[in-house]
């Protein structure tokens, strides 16, 4: 079967609401590599949009879950637990950057996990409001879209949405945001929209992921831990894209250490491609919904939840969380160069492996999609997979697996030169 025989039977049978990017299928995948049904081979700077931070089918994770398949798929957490569902939740707890007593419960998408944190933020503080950061993504149910800021194309013909969702400002450097300049929009929201004694909790990425990969500065955090705190409003980091590893840190909030947060979101690498998610938080803000009030027939799948025992063991056997602060170094070394040579590179930035470069039009300085388009295409004609992203649409974002071998990284690089240098 071709790539061409494979779309013209997707264009019939799925619709277009479901985006997809590349003009070929996938057949098999190892570590960083993808092969089509062609046979033709990439390497692959997408990983699953930072799923496979332990790579494709890592020896770990396959023993992990045929070791689970011998046992049993399903039963339902709610209705017949298992031991394993008990002991990644210790695993987590352990690990988190949370003060205190912490809990975690098991979901299964990411989105899901987001919506199971309001529920607990609102059951928790009895209020209803929640407030969100311009630029942010958080997922594309109706409550998350919500909480998303960004408009096209994920709320496009979709409304009206939830209400008590209201956005602030996150500091952009790039676009003149200042901290002070974010934390005034937030006391403005105040003012003007919803009184803060009605806000359950401010949400936001550390590292702004569908964003532009946005790093939130040291003292807009310690700002919004503070005003969590005089208004006593939960603070809640969603770490779906920035956890396990990605920013050289188990978890982005990591980079915070004067920074508590009171509730987690994760999901992405947590299992490696199993479809797992999970929220953890401080014991007694976990346990304000009853018996009941969370779950999901799917939460906490068994066979990912091997899946996940088997990615945080990888991640600190294996180092990675020191592998992707050196693989993210290395990358930014040769995107520094690059941006010597060519105008349209306006900005880098890296925390860890998670890394971006934004991209302009090199006559009139303003955002360039096309530009980000061009270098992606470039890319993959090359054999690199690349993702865009950015409020704009112009910006490439690094999401390699971290267990990528050295010889295929510096291959990767080297593509990536030339590329860079002919657009």
């Given at each position: ?19 997809v990017m590349c003009d070929f299928y996938a057949e098999r995948a190892e570590n960083a590599t993808l092969w089509d049904v062609e ?43 298992y031991e394993s569902y008990v002991s990644l939740a210790e695993k987590i707890n352990s690990r988190v950057p949370v003060e205190g ?237 690059a941006k010597r040579q060519n105008r349209s590179i306006i900005d880098i930035r890296a925390r860890g492996s998670m890394v971006a ?67």
């Amino acid at each position: 079967m071709s790539n061409s025989e494979l779309n013209i039977r997707r264009l019939s049978a799925t619709p277009r609401g479901v985006g997809v990017m590349c003009d070929f299928y996938a057949e098999r995948a190892e570590n960083a590599t993808l092969w089509d049904v062609e046979g033709r081979e990439f390497i692959d700077f997408a990983a699953g949009i930072a799923v496979l931070n332990t790579g494709h089918r890592h020896p770990r994770l396959v023993q992990a879950i045929e070791q689970q398949l011998k046992s049993f798929t399903h039963t339902a957490y709610q209705i017949v637990p298992y031991e394993s569902y008990v002991s990644l939740a210790e695993k987590i707890n352990s690990r988190v950057p949370v003060e205190g007593a912490c809990k975690t419960a098991f979901f299964t998408t990411g989105a899901e996990a987001v919506e199971n944190a309001i529920k607990i933020a609102r059951s928790y503080t009895g209020r209803p409001g929640v407030i969100a950061f311009g630029g942010g993504f958080h997922g594309r149910t109706y409550m998350t879209m919500a909480l998303t800021g960004k408009v096209a194309p994920y709320k496009l013909g979709f409304g009206p949405f939830p209400g008590s969702i209201f956005h602030a400002r996150f500091p952009n450097a790039l676009n003149g945001i200042s901290t002070q300049d974010a934390v005034k929009s937030l006391e403005y929201l105040f003012k003007s929209d919803i009184d803060p004694k009605q806000v359950a909790a401010v949400i936001l990425e550390p590292v702004q992921g569908e964003g532009g990969f946005h790093i939130a500065p040291d003292d807009f955090m310690q700002a919004l831990r503070g005003i969590c705190d005089q208004h006593g409003i939960l603070l809640i980091a969603d770490e779906v894209q920035a956890g396990f590893a990605r920013t050289g840190k188990m978890f982005a909030m990591e980079h915070y250490p004067d920074v508590c947060v009171d509730l987690m979101t994760m999901a992405k690498s947590l299992a490696g491609g199993m479809p797992l998610s999970a929220v953890s938080g401080r014991a007694e803000v976990m346990d304000a919904p009853g018996a009941g009030g969370l779950g999901g027939t799917y939460a906490g799948n068994p066979l990912a939840i091997a899946a996940a025992h088997a990615v945080i063991d990888v991640i600190e056997e294996e180092k990675l969380c020191e592998r992707a602060q050196r693989l993210g170094e290395a990358l930014s070394g040769v995107l520094e160069a690059a941006k010597r040579q060519n105008r349209s590179i306006i900005d880098i930035r890296a925390r860890g492996s998670m890394v971006a470069a934004e991209f302009c039009d090199s006559a009139t300085g303003e955002p360039s999609a096309e530009v980000a388009k061009q270098v992606q295409k470039k890319a993959l004609d090359a054999g690199l997979l690349l993702l865009t992203c950015g409020t704009y649409g112009n910006v490439i974002r690094f999401l390699y697996p971290l267990t990528i071998p050295d010889e295929q990284f510096a291959q990767a690089m080297d593509i990536l030169s030339s590329v860079l240098g002919s657009v």
